[in-house]
């Protein structure tokens, strides 16, 4: 029992904020923040806008895309850690919003930058399963509303954006979600997370060195798991925290430069949406292929980490 990729879509609020907005908001420089992170600018969703409405228009031009009506989806996992609400899910607001009837089942995952590794090993375990027929998979964060801006140090690192994606049942598996590996270490949860009042603490060297292991750990179990090697791969999409970090993971793991994807530049640390927006700008952007092999590894609070192995 396997599945395939049948749709994808996301969204990025319209403003911009490049790093020349960001010296005027608190103590830093355009220099400091390219040098260690790659980050150029970031998507800030407006005040009125949510988690849910960002992940509804993703949704929406996924099924466009995909050519299928909401009706035709029999779960939906979202990915979120900045939900506003902190019930009901933003699963099941997504459905109300884009007029579900057929009483499809909703749940959010909290994984934090994994969020979208634990979502996608979810669905991979739902098709084998063979318990559903088409899930769709969001990833949506407003991460600028944790934003503490008396801290330089994790405010210049963040953005907001929503993507989805939709897969389908099928015979083959060989497409789709094809492996998944997630982890976590809660003994490690200190070195980041958030607080009751919204805002994010982070140790960044420790959560640096902990993301140039883990992010290549993983990666290398799927691999061996699969039977293949970096040659086999077409694309390295790796969560989008720090151009530093993808390097240094890409050359840990063989990986030459040129089959990495890169949006910090663009997007920053969008959390949970990070790897499904970066997987659909690609697809925009004639970039990733359709039927292409896509390793995607991913780390964040939890300590959590994973990663999986994706025929697009
Ligand atoms: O997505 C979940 C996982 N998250 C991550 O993987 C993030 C991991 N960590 C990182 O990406 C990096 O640690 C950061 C980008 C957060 C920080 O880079 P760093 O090279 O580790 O810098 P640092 O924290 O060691 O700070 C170096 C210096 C300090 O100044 P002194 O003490 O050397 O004088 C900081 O005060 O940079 C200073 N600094 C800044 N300067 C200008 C810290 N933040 C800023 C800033 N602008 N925004």
Redesign the pocket.
Known sequence: MGNRLIGYGSYLPERIVNNFD?EKM????DE??VQ??GMRERHFARDDESVVDMATIAAARALENAGITINDIDMVIVATTTPELDFPSVGVQVLGRLGATNNAPAFDVRG??TGYIYALHCARAFFTAGMHQRIMLIGAEKMSRFIDWSD??????FGDGAGALIFEHSSSSYSGIIDTVVMSDGGEFEM?HGTPDHHII?N??E??K??VSLMPQAANYIMEHAGITADNVDWIVP?Q??L??IQSGAQRLGFPLEKILVTVDKHA?T?GA?GVLALSYAFDNNIIKRGQLVLYPA???GLTWGAALIRV
């Open positions: 960001l608190v103590d830093t420089s400091w923040i260690r992170t934090a930058c330089r140090s994790t405010a210049v690192l980041l982070m960044g060297p959560t640096y902990k993301a969560h925290a720090n530093r970090i640390n959390s990070s780390f964040g609070s």
